[in-house]
Every structure is written in structure tokens, then in C-alpha cells.
């Protein structure tokens, strides 16, 4: 008889102030874990946020219902890293696509501050500075510091016989606790997929043929022409 894994796993299609957080994980059982403190990972923390404050009535009971996990101190630190180190001026996705569950809040957030000449037409694509700053507007304004965990994840397991927690998270500082509903909100930069044709290239060309994760125009050096 195939035994049935409960595991649930959604795929998510200038810094923060310093981090507190209301408790200490270690030995704790928390409902619902995010792993991953990026775009999709805060955005969708912030949405449960909405949702969770309708069903109990108050807000600060989320805080021992979610957490949020990152390897980083802060939350889109990763999201920051690579944008910056590809040259990214502008997105490419439209002005509601973010973080925050009001749709046109990117829009509202550049009125106000007199800076729509960086929503680029004709879908109002926000500059990459405007976008990082619109999304720390909407962290420190719901406060998503308390439920964010500089927590790096080294071992995810279903133990048998847990019932109500049956998910054991572990840190690489083997720091662990329970949760009952597990998010992966991670992308691929930990798991990245080259194509086999490219192997042979990678090997000859390391240091030009590269992953987008890797890549870094501050730290590339300029092709010379033969």
C-alpha cells in the first residue's frame, strides 16, 4: 500500500531595516513555513497576511501562524544581487505584476512621489529602482519583519506518526522545528538546468558560457576581438 505524503508545495508563478522576530523557531510548531524570502515568497506571505487577518479578526495572530525562511538576513536580497548584477534598468513585466496585493500599487507608490517618468509605456513597466523600492515600502509597511527568518534550510522530512506537524525543517546550524504546511517558493538557482549540448562549451568556455545566476556584468570582462 503506497503510503500518501500531505506535502503541500505551491510554485509561484538601499536594505530593510534589521529583522525581529517574536520568537524563536527552535522546537516550535508553526502552521504554514515559506521557504524562500524573494519576490514570490514575500508576495504570497503578504496575501496569507490579507486572507488570515479576515478569518481571525486581528492581524498579530499571523505572526504564530507564518514564517518566512531565507538563507539571507533580509528579505530579496537575492532578487536584488542578480537584478543589479545584470544591468536590469527596467522590468519587463507589466506595473501589476509585484508584491502587494493591490494591483495598482506600484502606479499609486510613483504618483505619490513624483516619479511616473519611471513607469515606462506603453504597460508601465517600473524601473528596477522604483520596483526594489515600491516592494520595501510594502515590508516594513506590513511589517513582514516579524514572521522573516535569516534561516538557512538544509534537510526537509516528513516524519511518520507526527499528525498535526508532520513536517521537520532543519537549518545548516541544526536548528529545526515543525510545521504542517510547507511552501517552496525557492527558484532555480540551486538547481539550475543546463542543457547537455552546452556541457562541452561550459568546459572549454567556463568563465563565457554561463548560468544566469552566475552571471555579473561588474565582474565580466570585456571580450577582446582576436
Same mark, same amino acid.
Given at each position: 500500500?503506497?503510503?500518501?505524503?500531505?506535502?503541500?508545495?505551491?510554485?509561484?508563478?538601499?536594505?530593510?531595516?534589521?529583522?525581529?522576530?517574536?520568537?524563536?523557531?527552535?522546537?516550535?510548531?508553526?502552521?504554514?513555513?515559506?521557504?524562500?524570502?524573494?519576490?514570490?515568497?514575500?508576495?504570497?506571505?503578504?496575501?496569507?497576511?490579507?486572507?488570515?487577518?479576515?478569518?481571525?479578526?486581528?492581524?498579530?495572530?499571523?505572526?504564530?501562524?507564518?514564517?518566512?525562511?531565507?538563507?539571507?538576513?533580509?528579505?530579496?536580497?537575492?532578487?536584488?544581487?542578480?537584478?543589479?548584477?545584470?544591468?536590469?534598468?527596467?522590468?519587463?513585466?507589466?506595473?501589476?505584476?509585484?508584491?502587494?496585493?493591490? &494591483?495598482?500599487?506600484?502606479? /499609486?507608490? #510613483?504618483?505619490? %512621489?513624483? +516619479?511616473?517618468? !519611471?513607469?515606462?509605456?506603453?504597460?508601465?513597466?517600473?524601473?528596477?529602482?522604483?520596483?526594489?523600492?515600491?516592494?520595501?515600502?510594502?515590508?516594513?509597511?506590513?511589517?513582514?519583519?516579524?514572521?522573516?527568518?535569516?534561516?538557512?534550510?538544509?534537510?526537509?522530512?516528513?516524519?511518520?506518526?507526527?499528525?498535526?506537524?508532520?513536517?521537520?525543517?532543519?537549518?545548516?546550524?541544526?536548528?529545526?522545528?515543525?510545521?504542517?504546511?510547507?511552501?517552496?517558493?525557492?527558484?532555480?538557482?540551486?538547481? &539550475?538546468?543546463?542543457?547537455? /549540448?552546452? #556541457?562541452?562549451? %561550459?568546459? +572549454?568556455?567556463? !568563465?563565457?558560457?554561463?548560468?544566469?545566476?552566475?552571471?555579473?556584468?561588474?565582474?565580466?570582462?570585456?571580450?577582446?576581438?582576436?
Amino acid at each position: 500500500m503506497r503510503k500518501r505524503f500531505h506535502f503541500y508545495v505551491l510554485r509561484i508563478t538601499h536594505y530593510v531595516s534589521p529583522i525581529t522576530q517574536m520568537l524563536n523557531l527552535n522546537h516550535q510548531n508553526i502552521p504554514i513555513a515559506i521557504i524562500g524570502g524573494g519576490i514570490h515568497g514575500v508576495s504570497l506571505a503578504m496575501r496569507m497576511l490579507r486572507d488570515m487577518s479576515k478569518t481571525h479578526g486581528t492581524e498579530p495572530r499571523a505572526a504564530k501562524h507564518l514564517v518566512i525562511l531565507d538563507r539571507y538576513p533580509h528579505p530579496l536580497t537575492a532578487w536584488r544581487r542578480k537584478t543589479e548584477g545584470q544591468g536590469m534598468a527596467f522590468l519587463r513585466s507589466p506595473a501589476v505584476h509585484h508584491i502587494s496585493t493591490n &494591483p495598482l500599487g506600484v502606479v /499609486e507608490y #510613483a504618483r505619490g %512621489r513624483n +516619479r511616473t517618468d !519611471e513607469l515606462a509605456p506603453p504597460y508601465s513597466q517600473p524601473s528596477a529602482d522604483l520596483f526594489l523600492d515600491f516592494c520595501l515600502h510594502e515590508i516594513e509597511r506590513q511589517q513582514i519583519g516579524r514572521f522573516y527568518y535569516p534561516f538557512d534550510v538544509a534537510t526537509l522530512r516528513w516524519d511518520k506518526g507526527s499528525r498535526r506537524f508532520p513536517f521537520r525543517i532543519i537549518s545548516k546550524r541544526n536548528e529545526g522545528f515543525r510545521a504542517r504546511c510547507v511552501i517552496l517558493a525557492i527558484g532555480s538557482d540551486d538547481c &539550475p538546468y543546463i542543457p547537455p /549540448e552546452f #556541457a562541452p562549451w %561550459r568546459r +572549454r568556455f567556463p !568563465e563565457r558560457i554561463l548560468h544566469s545566476r552566475d552571471f555579473d556584468l561588474r565582474t565580466l570582462e570585456p571580450v577582446r576581438k582576436p
